[in-house]
């Protein structure tokens, strides 16, 4: 889940080219002949609703993330919310989540019913701070949904505790985090049950909207399973009310092709990380900008590359790397106890210091595996310049003011 891809985008200029945020384009077409052809098989067998294709992609996802199932669906916002259903969490029941993530983490929780409950995030992770969900666990609790944010693994290990020692399910928010690892587990498979997203720009994306949902529990695959077909189990026989929510078998096909290829495009992604590492190292910013860490015993997919840059100037880097035509964008801007359809649940500013400081510092870079290293040169160059820029016309104002 992620904003509109619109927003990633930056104005054309006649005279320089502009470095994409997210470039689509340039992936596809190391796939096209790919994609074609198994776009061309479901033509041929006109099935496009589940079926063989869709059956093939969730075993390959399965074992994708050593999950014993996988159970395709419309979204990752219908995977979270038919995750919930299949634990029947609902009205009454709490779960815990970060408020500093994609608006479907705790949208879903309100679908079912049920409340979201926010703790802080740690400021170097963005995931949330275990201690403070201790804090937050009631006898009302039902669930954590801890999100794997921006490609890189949540700390399971205390939540695995706390969910053992209260009877509760962890829901994982792995939509950011396919390929993700914790200490040598994939996520999809560090809690009861894990939930992806296929939207395009994910760094395994569909040709439109498409999610799963991993599970080790055969009792809650068949739920799923059931739950996506208007809880039907054959034979119009309804046992409950489920939802709408099957995957395509284009999206299916167009999604095997792509897994095939995606640690290759992970990797790639690793090395434009380091890269950027390496790149920065030679100017001396580290008090203006910070660069993400990969934390111990992880494996960082890097959905998103998500600096921090001081919240007096956040704001002017952006609009100047876009008056530059480089790519970047707030991921997210305003955290979700602050938004105005959650005012009902009580929270003011203040509550959550580090997601709320997060919201005003966070700027994401181009990170995308065919990124050039023209472009990233020129992504860190024109940081820099503004960075600097910035600097010399604060310490003007400062003298002017002094004098």
């Known amino acids: 889940m992620t904003q509109p891809i619109q927003s990633d985008s930056v104005p054309s200029s006649p005279s320089v080219a502009a470095v994409p945020l997210i470039d689509l384009v340039a992936q596809h077409q190391t796939i096209a002949d790919e994609v074609q052809e198994a776009v061309a098989r479901v033509f041929a067998a006109q099935s496009f609703v589940l079926g063989d294709e869709v059956a093939e992609f969730e075993y390959e996802i399965a074992e994708y993330c050593d999950a014993r199932d996988a159970i395709g669906c419309a979204s990752g916002t219908d995977a979270l919310i038919l995750a919930l259903m299949a634990h029947d969490i609902g009205p009454g029941d709490e779960v815990i989540t970060s408020p500093f993530t994609f608006f479907a983490t705790a949208s879903s929780i309100c679908r079912v019913g049920a409340k979201p409950v926010f703790v802080d995030i740690d400021p170097v992770s963005f995931n949330l701070i275990p201690e403070q969900v201790e804090e937050a666990i009631t006898s009302r609790t039902r669930a954590i949904m801890p999100v794997h944010l921006f490609g890189q693994c949540a700390e399971m290990e205390p939540l695995w505790r706390m969910a053992v020692q209260h009877g509760l399910v962890v829901i994982e928010d792995a939509c950011q985090a396919i390929g993700a690892e914790y200490r040598g587990r994939r996520a999809g498979v560090l809690g009861t049950t894990g939930c992806f997203s296929f939207f395009p720009t994910k760094n395994l994306g569909g040709a439109g909207d498409g999610g799963i949902i991993t599970t080790d529990d055969p009792e809650i695959a068949s739920r799923l399973r ?178």
């Open 226 to 403: 059931r739950l996506r077909v208007h809880g039907d189990t054959g034979g119009y026989r309804h046992v409950e009310v489920g939802l709408n929510s099957r995957l395509d078998a284009l999206q299916a096909a167009v999604l095997r092709v792509k897994l095939r290829h995606l640690d290759d495009w992970t990797a790639g992604r690793q090395k434009n990380a380091g890269r950027y590492a390496q790149l920065f190292e030679t100017y001396d910013i580290d008090d203006t900008l910070q660069l993400p860490q990969v934390l111990g015993e992880r494996r960082h997919v890097f959905n998103q590359f998500v600096v921090r840059v001081k919240s007096d100037r956040r704001n002017e880097v952006l609009a100047s790397l876009r008056e530059r035509q480089i790519g970047a964008a707030v991921y997210y801007p305003s955290p979700l106890h602050l938004q105005k359809c959650f005012a009902f649940l009580g929270y003011g500013a203040g509550d959550f210091p580090h997601a709320e400081l997060a919201c005003e510092e966070v700027l994401a870079l181009p990170i995308f595996t065919e990124l050039r290293e023209d472009q990233q040169d020129r992504v860190v160059e024109g940081l820099v310049e503004i960075l600097e820029l910035s600097e010399r016309q604060s310490v003007r104002l400062k003298q002017t003011r002094a004098a």
